[in-house]
């Protein structure tokens, strides 16, 4: 599996940006795709993740409302549409696939892509 995320920049808070993965590879049909993002100096976070099956949706705290994850599985991509970012959505943000659940720790997925930087400015 390989993934390749996209769209990330530079946005003033209350912005909005779409991101995109790209996956290529082994098929998806019983997989997880999350997004997570990692700002400096902290730790790897879990941020939003769809089944592929299912199109189940799941969020972290401080994303819902505001961040929407989907999927076109004709297309293989998945994204996530950032609605009223805040300075502290600034990270760069991972794509990353797993098979079977879908977890929200990060140590449980198998594949990531190489990140897309967003940055909020204030």
């Known amino acids: 599996v390989q993934l390749q995320a996209s769209g990330g920049g530079l946005v003033q808070a209350g912005g909005s940006l779409r991101l995109s993965c790209a996956a290529s590879g082994r098929t998806f049909s019983s997989s997880a795709i999350g997004w997570f993002r990692q700002a400096p100096g902290k730790e790897r976070e879990f941020v939003a993740a769809?089944?592929?099956?299912?199109?189940?949706?799941y969020y972290a705290d401080s994303v819902k409302e505001r961040f929407t994850i989907s999927r076109n599985t004709a297309k293989k991509m998945v994204f996530l549409q950032m609605n009223n970012l805040k300075p502290e959505d600034t990270a760069v943000y991972y794509c990353?696939?797993?098979?079977?659940?879908?977890?929200?720790?990060?140590?449980?997925?198998?594949?990531w892509g190489q990140g897309t930087l967003v940055t909020v400015s204030s």
């Open positions: 990353a696939a797993t098979y079977g659940l879908v977890p929200r720790d990060p140590s449980r997925y198998d594949y």
């Open positions: 769809v089944s592929w099956s299912s199109g189940n949706t």
